[in-house]
């Protein structure tokens, strides 16, 4: 470790029983503990005993954790060739605990060789590329065509986009009457985007749509048993109960309720109305507020005083009898909604699935469950044999984003090494590192209960089978100093904080420790903020999806830049002004807090690296180039050549477009009078003239990708965009020009109008999003905001709103 670092000896000898070679291990590691240290150390202590780097497997969540693990083995064997033997002796020690021998001094040098020379080298790869060489390997096993390619996440996306797009098309048009009753049904409650998002939640239940005709069936029965309706029982039904099992066309009653006053007429008029309608759903509305209020509660007061008793008492009666009809109602309707979200879910993922099968394509998600389908069908042993001639020891990172499916992969990989002749032949060991606090993947369907429970299970097969476990804690911080640590710890103590947070038998708050010694941090709480009495905007001067500027995130936002802004000019409350880059601001969503503080830190000239996560489409940047490439195709549309020539890409003003604009004839376009004016001599219409025939050119006789490498290369586009823009305009640059690339790599023809086509319809309905994640590590001196999620290695000071 660094010497800033003060390390324990207790966590010293956990972190070596951790990597220990000889031992399976299940590591338990705080935020910043080093697990990917210990991770790194196993591998390396693997090597030195002996092990051969090709049976060594190493599976990560993400390609960048990969990578990043790689490039530490590959560091620390390279260092060992170059070092003398008192410095690799020490280095040595410090890994395993014990003084190396000359000849474990002469292997380590050798190891760096040895693993560049393996065939396929070191194995430190996602489970996903994992499952695709077993696939590659297997294809006839596997059910999946021989040369499939994988779609990316935003390949798969769009095939989701454009197949819901033609579900609910055929649903709207009555193409398919049973689409159109399941749309009637669902659309009432959900449309848009919301639908959407549903429709996608559903499709991830893959095992109903595998065998819809049973599958699905049974899992609709179990949800109708879970909601309390019988078998067959309907909505309808339960309807035509509630109607015709009442006091409708009691005359009596009515009578009764008669006696003048307001509440009692109200209630009889009630009644009148629900006999009276002449659909069904007018009736049950009104006969329902007779009883219910708008909060579907039971109504306290029924009648005055001047109702007769027995009027009252068959009122109370009838209220008690609806009551639990109308909970019935309620779970039928939502069991109908169900089954009918289900039924279009279906129908998308059949006509995704038919599309892939016709491009010989699959994506990440049938990575997993094809892999888990062949090693159900074919002997593990053989699949592992054929894969380099098979595997002795598995290490497994960020353990608590593995979902179920990907934790059945991993058993059934294993399940010989804690077993049978598996167990006793040679020293194969399993490894996983992980924090069940630190799991944020439940939307890919991650589930940190099976952290632990997978934990016994490795521990009770290793003692089953005699066979050194070591379970081990990893509590010290090199990333926190103390006084946050112990603010986390105050706040987890409280057991109702704690709930769900971890799933061992002992589960008592959490415990950090800080590495940092007497490193100052501290946690600072502000106030809510309340929204500040300011006059209405006019209704036409703002957009109306816009914040208010006095919303709380809004002024929370713009405190934090302000107060960042002092940190990093005058300094902070001890005298210390901090470098931008020094300075992370987290928050939970890209909401409008989020983009406030970009734009406050932007407006106070503080450096800012923009957002994390960019959504390329919607960027200012590309919005400037798909114009002048719209443009360069159609130079008659006055509105886009307008919106072109305002762009850095010409810098035309608002002043040079109404002098050139305006007084033209009612035939004359805009290109025409921008022709007019530069042949007058006006500068700003020369310039943008000149511009315009450029890209009319480029546009007759190039792709996209030649089109926008000539705009942004020999005609300074990316120069002036980057300029104007800022630095993370170059991000997106960059992507909407591989985009343009790959386009015209894609085997259709390279038409510059249809790979535009992609970023003119409304993000989310079938047109690629191109979302890039910005590297926030690129060593540029700007602060940078981030979501908690996305961040990985915060850095002090930290601000999170």
Same mark, same amino acid.
């Given at each position: 470790?660094?010497?800033?670092?003060?390390?324990?000896?207790?966590?010293?000898?956990?972190?070596?029983?951790?990597?220990?070679?000889?031992?399976?291990?299940?590591?338990?590691?705080?935020?910043?503990?080093?697990?990917?240290?210990?991770?790194? %150390?196993?591998?390396?202590?693997?090597?030195?005993?002996?092990?051969?780097?090709?049976?060594?497997?190493?599976?990560?969540?993400?390609?960048?954790?990969?990578?990043?693990?790689?490039?530490?083995?590959?560091?620390?064997?390279?260092?060992?060739?170059?070092?003398?033997?008192?410095?690799?002796?020490?280095?040595?020690?410090?890994?395993?605990?014990?003084?190396?021998?000359?000849?474990?001094?002469?292997?380590?040098?050798?190891? &760096?060789?040895?693993?560049?020379?393996?065939?396929?080298?070191?194995?430190?790869?996602?489970?996903?590329?994992?499952?695709?060489?077993?696939?590659?390997?297997?294809?006839?096993?596997?059910?999946?065509?021989?040369?499939?390619?994988?779609?990316?996440?935003?390949?798969?996306?769009?095939?989701?986009?454009?197949?819901?797009?033609?579900?609910?098309?055929?649903?709207?048009?009555?193409?398919?009457?049973?689409?159109?009753?399941? &749309?009637?049904?669902?659309?009432?409650?959900?449309?848009?985007?919301?639908?959407?998002?549903?429709?996608?939640?559903?499709?991830?239940?893959?095992?109903?749509?595998?065998?819809?005709?049973?599958?699905?069936?049974?899992?609709?029965?179990?949800?109708?048993?879970?909601?309390?309706?019988?078998?067959?029982?309907? #909505?309808?039904?339960?309807?035509?109960?509630?109607?015709?099992?009442?006091?409708?066309?009691?005359?009596?009653?009515?009578?009764?309720?008669?006696?003048?006053?307001?509440?009692?007429?109200?209630?009889?008029?009630?009644?009148?109305?629900?006999?009276?309608?002449?659909?069904?759903?007018?009736?049950?509305?009104?006969?329902?507020?007779?009883?219910?209020?708008?909060?579907?509660?039971?109504?306290?007061?029924?009648?005055?005083?001047?109702?007769?008793?027995?009027?009252?008492?068959?009122?109370?009666?009838?209220?008690?009898?609806?009551?639990?009809?109308?909970?019935?109602?309620?779970? #039928?309707?939502?069991?109908?909604?169900?089954?009918?979200?289900?039924?279009?879910?279906?129908?998308?993922?059949?006509?995704?699935?038919?599309?892939?099968?016709?491009?010989?394509?699959?994506?990440?998600?049938?990575?997993?469950?094809?892999?888990?389908?062949?090693?159900?069908?074919?002997?593990?042993?053989?699949?592992?044999?054929?894969?380099?001639?098979?595997? !002795?020891?598995?290490?497994?990172?960020?353990?608590?984003?593995?979902?179920?499916?990907?934790?059945?992969?991993?058993?059934?990989?294993?399940?010989?090494?804690?077993?049978?002749?598996?167990?006793?032949?040679?020293?194969?060991?399993?490894?996983?590192?992980?924090?069940?606090?630190?799991?944020?993947?439940?939307?890919?369907?991650?589930?940190?209960?099976?952290?632990?429970?997978?934990?016994?299970?490795?521990?009770?097969?290793?003692?089953?089978?005699?066979?050194?476990?070591? !379970?081990?804690?990893?509590?010290?911080?090199?990333?926190?100093?103390?006084?946050?640590?112990?603010?986390?710890?105050?706040?987890?103590?409280?057991?109702?904080?704690?709930?769900?947070?971890?799933?061992? !038998?002992? #589960?008592?708050?959490?415990?950090?420790?800080?590495?940092?010694?007497?490193?100052?941090?501290?946690?600072?709480?502000?106030?809510?903020?309340?929204?500040?009495?300011?006059?209405?905007?006019?209704?036409?001067?703002?957009?109306? %999806?816009?914040?208010?500027?006095?919303?709380?995130?809004?002024?929370?936002?713009?405190?934090?830049?302000?107060?960042?802004?002092?940190?990093?000019?005058?300094?902070?409350?001890?005298?210390?002004?901090?470098?931008?880059?020094?300075?992370?601001?987290?928050?939970?969503?890209?909401?409008?807090?989020?983009?406030?503080?970009?734009?406050?830190?932007?407006?106070?000239?503080?450096?800012?690296?923009?957002?994390?996560?960019?959504?390329? #489409?919607?960027?200012?940047?590309?919005?400037?180039?798909?114009?002048?490439?719209?443009?360069?195709?159609?130079?008659?549309?006055?509105?886009?050549?307008?919106?072109?020539?305002?762009?850095?890409?010409?810098?035309?003003?608002?002043?040079?477009?109404?002098?050139?604009?305006?007084?033209?004839?009612?035939?004359?376009?805009?290109?025409?009078?921008?022709?007019?004016?530069?042949?007058?001599?006006?500068?700003?219409?020369?310039?943008?003239?000149?511009?315009?025939?450029?890209?009319?050119?480029?546009?007759?006789?190039?792709?996209?990708?030649? &089109?926008?490498?000539?705009?942004?290369?020999?005609?300074?586009?990316?120069?002036?965009?980057?300029?104007?823009?800022?630095?993370?305009?170059?991000?997106?640059?960059?992507?909407?020009?591989?985009?343009?690339?790959?386009?015209?790599?894609?085997?259709?023809?390279?038409?510059?109008?249809?790979?535009?086509?992609?970023?003119?319809?409304?993000?989310?309905?079938?047109?690629?999003?191109?979302?890039?994640?910005?590297?926030?590590?690129?060593?540029?001196?700007?602060?940078?905001?981030?979501?908690?999620?996305?961040?990985?290695?915060?850095?002090?000071?930290?601000?999170?709103?």
């Amino acid at each position: 470790m660094s010497g800033r670092f003060i390390v324990d000896p207790l966590t010293l000898e956990a972190q070596r029983r951790a990597a220990d070679p000889r031992a399976s291990a299940w590591v338990s590691a705080n935020a910043g503990a080093g697990k990917t240290k210990v991770l790194t %150390d196993r591998v390396l202590r693997l090597l030195l005993d002996g092990s051969p780097p090709g049976r060594v497997l190493c599976l990560t969540f993400t390609k960048a954790a990969a990578a990043n693990m790689s490039i530490r083995v590959f560091q620390r064997l390279g260092r060992w060739v170059t070092l003398d033997d008192e410095t690799l002796s020490a280095e040595l020690f410090d890994l395993s605990g014990r003084k190396a021998s000359r000849r474990e001094l002469s292997r380590a040098r050798r190891l &760096f060789a040895r693993a560049v020379e393996t065939p396929g080298g070191l194995k430190i790869e996602t489970l996903h590329a994992l499952c695709e060489r077993l696939l590659h390997m297997f294809p006839f096993e596997a059910n999946v065509p021989a040369r499939f390619q994988v779609l990316d996440e935003d390949q798969t996306r769009n095939a989701f986009a454009a197949q819901t797009d033609s579900v609910l098309a055929d649903a709207i048009l009555g193409h398919r009457p049973d689409l159109r009753m399941a &749309f009637d049904v669902v659309g009432p409650e959900a449309s848009g985007d919301a639908l959407r998002d549903a429709l996608r939640l559903a499709m991830r239940r893959r095992a109903f749509f595998a065998d819809p005709g049973h599958a699905l069936k049974k899992g609709l029965a179990g949800l109708a048993k879970s909601l309390g309706l019988a078998e067959g029982e309907t #909505a309808d039904a339960i309807e035509e109960r509630i109607l015709t099992g009442g006091l409708l066309g009691d005359d009596t009653i009515v009578a009764g309720l008669r006696t003048g006053k307001v509440t009692d007429e109200r209630l009889a008029d009630g009644l009148v109305a629900a006999a009276r309608a002449s659909v069904r759903a007018e009736a049950l509305d009104a006969y329902r507020a007779i009883f219910f209020t708008d909060e579907d509660k039971p109504r306290k007061g029924l009648g005055t005083k001047g109702v007769p008793e027995a009027v009252r008492e068959r009122l109370i009666d009838e209220q008690a009898r609806l009551v639990p009809l109308f909970d019935t109602l309620r779970a #039928a309707r939502a069991h109908a909604r169900t089954s009918a979200l289900f039924l279009l879910a279906a129908e998308i993922h059949r006509r995704v699935e038919t599309e892939k099968g016709r491009l010989g394509a699959l994506d990440f998600d049938d990575l997993i469950h094809k892999t888990l389908d062949l090693l159900r069908r074919v002997e593990v042993s053989w699949v592992l044999y054929k894969l380099d001639r098979g595997i !002795d020891h598995v290490l497994v990172d960020e353990a608590q984003d593995t979902n179920p499916e990907q934790w059945e992969i991993l058993r059934r990989i294993t399940e010989e090494f804690a077993s049978g002749d598996g167990a006793r032949e040679t020293l194969r060991t399993r490894f996983a590192v992980g924090d069940p606090k630190q799991s944020i993947y439940s939307f890919q369907g991650a589930e940190p209960r099976e952290f632990e429970e997978t934990r016994r299970d490795w521990r009770k097969a290793a003692g089953d089978a005699g066979l050194a476990f070591e !379970d081990v804690e990893l509590r010290l911080s090199f990333r926190s100093t103390a006084g946050v640590l112990r603010a986390v710890d105050a706040v987890f103590a409280l057991p109702e904080h704690f709930q769900g947070l971890s799933f061992a !038998d002992t #589960a008592v708050g959490t415990v950090h420790g800080s590495a940092r010694g007497p490193a100052p941090g501290a946690v600072e709480l502000w106030p809510i903020a309340e929204p500040a009495e300011e006059p209405d905007a006019d209704a036409w001067a703002a957009p109306v %999806d816009s914040p208010e500027p006095n919303a709380p995130p809004i002024l929370v936002a713009r405190r934090v830049a302000r107060a960042v802004r002092d940190w990093t000019t005058t300094g902070d409350a001890c005298g210390r002004v901090w470098r931008p880059g020094d300075v992370l601001i987290l928050v939970r969503k890209r909401s409008a807090a989020f983009e406030e503080v970009i734009r406050a830190l932007k407006a106070l000239n503080v450096p800012v690296a923009g957002q994390d996560r960019l959504e390329v #489409a919607g960027h200012i940047a590309v919005l400037d180039l798909v114009a002048a490439g719209r443009a360069g195709l159609l130079p008659a549309d006055d509105l886009t050549l307008a919106t072109a020539l305002k762009t850095p890409l010409v810098g035309l003003t608002d002043d040079d477009l109404v002098r050139i604009a305006s007084r033209r004839s009612e035939a004359e376009t805009l290109e025409d009078a921008l022709t007019r004016h530069a042949e007058a001599g006006d500068p700003a219409a020369q310039r943008g003239h000149a511009m315009l025939r450029v890209w009319i050119a480029l546009a007759a006789e190039q792709g996209p990708f030649g &089109f926008y490498a000539a705009l942004l290369g020999p005609l300074g586009g990316r120069k002036a965009l980057v300029a104007r823009l800022g630095g993370e305009a170059g991000d997106a640059i960059d992507v909407f020009l591989a985009a343009a690339q790959a386009f015209e790599g894609g085997g259709d023809a390279p038409s510059l109008g249809t790979f535009l086509s992609r970023y003119v319809a409304r993000p989310g309905r079938g047109e690629s999003s191109h979302t890039v994640k910005r590297d926030m590590e690129s060593g540029r001196d700007e602060i940078r905001v981030m979501t908690v999620h996305g961040a990985s290695r915060p850095l002090a000071p930290c601000t999170v709103m």
